[in-house]
């Protein structure tokens, strides 16, 4: 039987018990005791007595999951909450590293949505939109450290009205750290594994003390060395909480600090001809990997490149770099107060700070870079011929570089931002109303800078050095600023109508006024697509009712029936250095043209199912299920075409702008079923199948202004005819059909095994689905012993073993999707790789 053939069974399996439907536990050992169907509860944001098993939420008219802290660390520990999140229902997310650190090359779909059109926060701050090349926030991983997150929430279909985002088109991922320990308490735990990894935590709780006190101090330090390359993954992170609680309100100050260098992967490009076309061979040169020389410089720079630095002529697109890495430092903090002014009324108030200062560095041929070196370098552009890509004729070039044949170029980033989120909720006999708001202020810079690689001093370019505290750049080739302010506000009615039907509705507004410049504009010539300057202007973009509505039903005491509908809005992306906004389109009209008739992305949600908690007596002891069904309306769909694809996450190492397309509607209709069998305490099986259709209405057209539109023609086939892009009733690229997730565990007391399995189905990988990657199906172990309680004087102790992608599969796993139709990038799948964790606490 093929691994499609038992995802299908799977859903099939799951909808005759999803009549049952509900929830997914992993363990049954800390299950609690199932509450009464009528009177769901919150979970609660600390973990103290949060069941070590995957659990419904109260998020009771949505459908949405929580995974706790402790799940977490069992799939591998130091985990990031995103990567963690793949073994849920409906949510596909994919990386280069078993932790999923690494930000380039992270994709993430829930629902049909992608990463940059979903929410995301911790402890309720906002955490933008998770894009590489970020503007607006950070990854939830530099936001927290992994031991210390309490729980997930992810909530597929759409998020809470209260959500702090200016991007959840689809659903939500709400990361919660855990609160400081009510005993005075110590962890550790040292991690060793494959490729020369070293990861140490350390944790510190105060305990209670002072009346109502209590804090916690820790740190985590992380080393290990890429699968594929020699570069090193790691960094440091320190994280402080302190809480106060009394009858009159709960004070909770937060703070992060992480300073972090993760190696970048390049992408291997692929070329498909069309029907009736052909490839040569250069286009057919599909290398698996693409290691990075580094460090070995005399041999990259004397037998790998040219005298005049351009890479092998015979590899194309795939060649390889020097090096590349991203280093990010982060500081974050908050201030929360949460005032009990009434045994029926609560006023919680937040303020938040964030800097993030980063940097990322490609340091590769110059013959690559060419074409945007010569305009600023050589004094004689106007007159001397210009250099194609990759073939750079001139010594001179080479000389003003450095002397190397390399050169460095980097997109230097700045974040200072902070806010103020504030909601109050009161109730009112039958019904709870909650009245709240989120403000933001963001200022955050951009700089695109190239440096020279000096042929005497290679000890001067390495990955972990920032490039500016050692040199001042050859020429900084643009500047953007942006200035943002973000206005959210929400207000919903709770009402328990009767002591079976919930019924809850309200609305939020979400506005936006951004404004972004260049105080440094590219010479012309020196960016991909550009007619002029890069574009400038303010878009304000005011949404005042964007509804909700949603209902529970108890059919039992076990069963109960949900459904919502809410409408959702994504505001422009007011990223300067590239991606998917107005400001990086290739002209001023085009950017003109949005901003007085553009439409940003929205979507309205519908989802409904059934969930159920039984107990039996007997073998199986429990069942826990959910079926969830969801169609969605996506209008104004917004595609941006690099205008220089290639294999640096997708994009050619000079850039360029992109052609910005509003390709009207998709229309998405899935199901998700997930069930869970309890064995007693000793064994527990879980298994969550998803299928998901999203399909566009329209085919559109592109121009050469830099924007284009959706024609509301349905030509069908992969042919570009007369501009037209035959995307019409074509599957979104990136996401699967069929998605399978299955955790089993066996407890034995001190001893205990868990077998982790994923199939991802087949992906299409253009716009036209004229090219796909094969369905691929993952596995991972975990094996753990502890020590008993009362054996030694320590609250536990205990080793895990863990290896991930257990039977060393290969494949393609992130999909850098820029083109219509013949080409993509992809990311290759992270080898077998094992980790050992001793752990213990007091």
Same mark, same amino acid.
């Given at each position: 039987?093929?691994?499609?053939?038992?995802?299908?069974?799977?859903?099939?399996?799951?909808?005759?018990?999803?009549?049952?439907?509900?929830?997914?536990?992993?363990?049954?050992?800390?299950?609690?005791?199932?509450?009464?169907?009528?009177?769901?509860?919150?979970?609660?944001?600390?973990?103290?007595?949060?069941?070590?098993?995957?659990?419904?939420?109260?998020? &009771?008219?949505?459908?949405?999951?929580?995974?706790?802290?402790?799940?977490?660390?069992?799939?591998?520990?130091?985990?990031?909450?995103?990567?963690?999140?793949?073994?849920?229902?409906?949510?596909?997310?994919?990386?280069?590293?078993?932790?999923?650190?690494?930000?380039?090359?992270?994709?993430?779909?829930?629902?049909?949505?992608?990463?940059?059109?979903?929410?995301?926060?911790?402890?309720?701050?906002?955490?933008?939109?998770?894009?590489?090349?970020?503007?607006?926030?950070?990854?939830?991983?530099?936001?927290?450290?992994?031991?210390?997150?309490?729980?997930?929430?992810?909530?597929?279909?759409?998020?809470?009205?209260?959500?702090?985002?200016?991007?959840?088109?689809?659903?939500?991922?709400?990361?919660?750290?855990?609160?400081?320990?009510?005993?005075?308490?110590?962890?550790?735990?040292?991690?060793?594994?494959?490729?020369?990894?070293?990861?140490?935590?350390?944790?510190?709780? &105060?305990?209670?003390?002072?009346?109502?006190?209590?804090?916690?101090?820790?740190?985590?330090?992380?080393?290990?060395?890429?699968?594929?390359?020699?570069?090193?993954?790691?960094?440091?992170?320190?994280?402080?909480?302190?809480?106060?609680?009394?009858?009159?309100?709960?004070?909770?100050?937060?703070?992060?600090?992480?300073?972090?260098?993760?190696?970048?992967?390049?992408?291997?490009?692929?070329?498909?001809?069309?029907?009736?076309?052909?490839?040569?061979?250069?286009?057919?040169?599909?290398?698996?990997?693409?290691?990075?020389?580094?460090?070995?410089?005399?041999?990259?720079?004397?037998?790998?490149?040219?005298?005049?630095?351009?890479?092998?002529?015979?590899?194309?697109?795939?060649?390889?770099?020097?090096?590349?890495?991203?280093?990010?430092?982060?500081?974050?903090?908050?201030?929360?107060?949460?005032?009990?002014?009434?045994?029926?009324?609560?006023?919680?108030?937040?303020?938040?700070?964030?800097?993030?200062?980063?940097?990322?560095?490609?340091?590769?041929?110059?013959?690559?870079?060419?074409?945007?070196?010569?305009?600023?370098?050589?004094?004689?552009?106007?007159?001397?011929?210009?250099?194609?890509?990759?073939?750079?004729?001139?010594?001179?070039?080479?000389?003003?570089?450095?002397?190397?044949?390399?050169?460095?170029?980097?997109?230097?980033?700045?974040?200072?931002?902070?806010?103020?989120?504030?909601?109050?909720?009161?109730?009112?006999?039958?019904?709870?109303?909650?009245?709240?708001?989120?403000?933001?202020?963001?200022?955050?810079?951009?700089?695109?800078?190239?440096?020279?690689?000096?042929?005497?001093?290679?000890?001067?370019?390495?990955?972990?050095?920032?490039?500016?505290?050692?040199?001042?750049?050859?020429?900084?080739?643009?500047?953007? @600023?942006?200035?943002?302010?973000?206005?959210?506000?929400?207000?919903?009615?709770?009402?328990?109508?009767?002591?079976?039907?919930?019924?809850?509705?309200?609305?939020?507004?979400?506005?936006?006024?951004?404004?972004?410049?260049?105080?440094?504009?590219?010479?012309?010539?020196?960016? &991909?697509?550009?007619?002029?300057?890069?574009?400038?202007?303010?878009?304000?973009?005011?949404?005042?009712?964007?509804?909700?509505?949603?209902?529970?039903?108890?059919?039992?005491?076990?069963?109960?029936?949900?459904?919502?509908?809410?409408?959702?809005?994504?505001?422009?992306?007011?990223?300067?250095?590239?991606?998917?906004?107005?400001?990086?389109?290739?002209?001023?009209?085009?950017?003109? #043209?949005?901003?007085?008739?553009?439409?940003?992305?929205?979507?309205?949600?519908?989802?409904?199912?059934?969930?159920?908690?039984?107990?039996?007596?007997?073998?199986? &002891?429990?069942?826990?299920?959910?079926?969830?069904?969801?169609?969605?309306?996506?209008?104004?769909?917004?595609?941006?075409?690099?205008?220089?694809?290639?294999?640096?996450?997708?994009?050619?190492?000079?850039?360029?702008?992109?052609?910005?397309?509003?390709?009207?509607?998709?229309?998405?209709?899935?199901?998700? #079923?997930?069930?869970?069998?309890?064995?007693?305490?000793?064994?527990?099986? $879980?298994?969550?199948?998803?299928?998901?259709?999203?399909? $566009?209405?329209?085919?559109?057209?592109?121009?050469?202004?830099?924007?284009?539109?959706?024609?509301?023609?349905?030509?069908?086939?992969?042919?570009?005819?007369?501009?037209?892009?035959?995307?019409?009733?074509?599957?979104?690229?990136?996401?699967?059909?069929?998605?399978?997730?299955?955790?089993?565990?066996?407890?034995?007391?001190?001893?205990?095994?868990?077998?982790?399995?994923?199939?991802?189905?087949?992906?299409?990988?253009?716009?036209?689905?004229?090219?796909?990657?094969?369905? $691929?199906?993952?596995?991972?172990?975990?094996?753990?012993?502890?020590?008993? @309680?009362?054996?030694?004087?320590?609250?536990?102790?205990?080793?895990?073993?863990?290896?991930?992608?257990?039977?060393?599969?290969?494949?393609?796993?992130?999909?850098?999707?820029?083109?219509?139709?013949?080409?993509?990038?992809?990311?290759?799948?992270?080898?077998?790789?094992?980790?050992?964790?001793?752990?213990?606490?007091?």
């Amino acid at each position: 039987m093929t691994v499609s053939h038992v995802s299908k069974l799977a859903l099939a399996v799951a909808l005759v018990a999803g009549p049952f439907a509900a929830a997914q536990a992993a363990e049954p050992a800390a299950a609690p005791a199932p509450a009464p169907a009528a009177a769901p509860t919150e979970p609660t944001v600390s973990d103290d007595a949060a069941p070590e098993s995957i659990v419904v939420t109260a998020k &009771s008219t949505r459908s949405a999951t929580a995974l706790p802290g402790a799940e977490m660390q069992k799939i591998l520990p130091g985990i990031s909450p995103l990567k963690a999140i793949e073994t849920l229902p409906g949510v596909l997310y994919i990386t280069a590293d078993p932790w999923g650190y690494n930000e380039q090359n992270a994709q993430i779909f829930i629902h049909g949505f992608s990463g940059q059109q979903l929410g995301y926060t911790m402890d309720g701050l906002p955490l933008g939109d998770q894009s590489y090349g970020n503007y607006n926030g950070l990854s939830p991983q530099r936001a927290v450290i992994s031991e210390n997150v309490g729980r997930v929430i992810v909530s597929t279909g759409a998020g809470d009205l209260a959500t702090a985002s200016n991007s959840n088109l689809g659903g939500t991922v709400e990361t919660y750290s855990s609160d400081p320990l009510k005993t005075l308490g110590a962890q550790i735990g040292q991690t060793v594994g494959s490729y020369s990894t070293s990861r140490t935590f350390v944790r510190l709780d &105060s305990g209670t003390f002072g009346g109502g006190n209590s804090a916690y101090i820790s740190a985590a330090r992380q080393d290990a060395r890429a699968w594929d390359f020699n570069g090193k993954q790691g960094g440091y992170q320190v994280n402080a909480k302190f809480v106060h609680e009394d009858h009159i309100g709960k004070l909770t100050a937060y703070f992060d600090y992480n300073d972090t260098t993760q190696p970048n992967e390049d992408a291997t490009v692929f070329f498909k001809p069309s029907a009736n076309g052909t490839a040569n061979t250069v286009q057919l040169y599909t290398p698996y990997t693409k290691p990075f020389f580094y460090p070995d410089f005399t041999t990259y720079r004397t037998s790998y490149l040219s005298a005049l630095g351009n890479s092998p002529a015979a590899v194309g697109s795939n060649y390889r770099n020097y090096y590349s890495d991203a280093q990010r430092t982060d500081l974050l903090g908050y201030l929360r107060y949460d005032a009990h002014l009434t045994s029926d009324i609560t006023w919680s108030t937040t303020g938040y700070y964030h800097h993030n200062d980063g940097v990322g560095v490609v340091a590769g041929p110059l013959g690559q870079s060419i074409t945007t070196i010569q305009p600023y370098l050589d004094p004689n552009y106007a007159t001397n011929p210009h250099y194609a890509a990759n073939a750079n004729g001139s010594a001179a070039l080479v000389a003003a570089t450095g002397g190397s044949g390399l050169v460095t170029r980097t997109t230097e980033y700045r974040i200072d931002r902070g806010g103020v989120i504030s909601a109050v909720t009161a109730k009112l006999g039958a019904h709870t109303l909650e009245f709240g708001g989120w403000f933001e202020h963001n200022s955050t810079t951009q700089w695109r800078r190239w440096y020279g690689v000096s042929v005497s001093d290679p000890a001067s370019s390495t990955p972990y050095i920032r490039p500016l505290d050692v040199a001042q750049p050859l020429f900084t080739q643009y500047q953007g @600023e942006a200035r943002i302010n973000e206005l959210q506000l929400h207000l919903q009615d709770t009402w328990q109508a009767t002591d079976r039907l919930l019924l809850q509705a309200g609305f939020k507004t979400s506005a936006q006024w951004a404004n972004g410049y260049f105080p440094v504009q590219p010479k012309l010539g020196s960016l &991909s697509g550009l007619t002029g300057g890069l574009p400038q202007g303010k878009i304000d973009t005011l949404r005042w009712f964007l509804p909700s509505v949603g209902a529970t039903y108890d059919l039992t005491r076990h069963e109960q029936l949900y459904f919502n509908v809410q409408k959702n809005l994504r505001q422009y992306q007011a990223y300067l250095a590239g991606g998917g906004g107005p400001w990086f389109t290739g002209s001023q009209a085009a950017f003109n #043209a949005f901003a007085d008739q553009g439409k940003p992305e929205s979507s309205w949600t519908y989802e409904g199912g059934i969930r159920s908690h039984r107990s039996f007596d007997g073998l199986l &002891s429990g069942l826990e299920a959910q079926v969830n069904y969801y169609h969605v309306v996506f209008n104004n769909r917004l595609l941006a075409i690099s205008t220089n694809p290639g294999g640096i996450a997708g994009g050619g190492i000079t850039g360029g702008t992109s052609i910005l397309v509003n390709v009207g509607g998709v229309h998405t209709d899935g199901v998700d #079923a997930a069930f869970t069998l309890h064995f007693g305490r000793t064994f527990s099986l $879980y298994n969550a199948a998803s299928y998901n259709l999203s399909k $566009y209405q329209s085919d559109y057209t592109s121009t050469a202004t830099g924007i284009g539109a959706a024609t509301g023609s349905c030509i069908g086939g992969y042919l570009v005819v007369g501009g037209v892009v035959p995307t019409c009733g074509k599957q979104l690229p990136g996401t699967p059909k069929w998605m399978n997730k299955t955790v089993a565990t066996l407890d034995m007391g001190p001893f205990e095994a868990q077998l982790i399995g994923d199939y991802v189905g087949r992906r299409f990988a253009t716009f036209t689905d004229d090219a796909s990657v094969p369905s $691929y199906f993952l596995t991972s172990l975990r094996l753990a012993a502890k020590v008993p @309680e009362g054996v030694l004087p320590l609250r536990k102790v205990e080793l895990a073993l863990n290896v991930t992608n257990l039977t060393d599969r290969k494949g393609w796993s992130t999909l850098s999707i820029g083109s219509a139709t013949n080409s993509w990038s992809a990311y290759p799948i992270a080898p077998r790789q094992w980790f050992l964790t001793l752990s213990a606490a007091y």
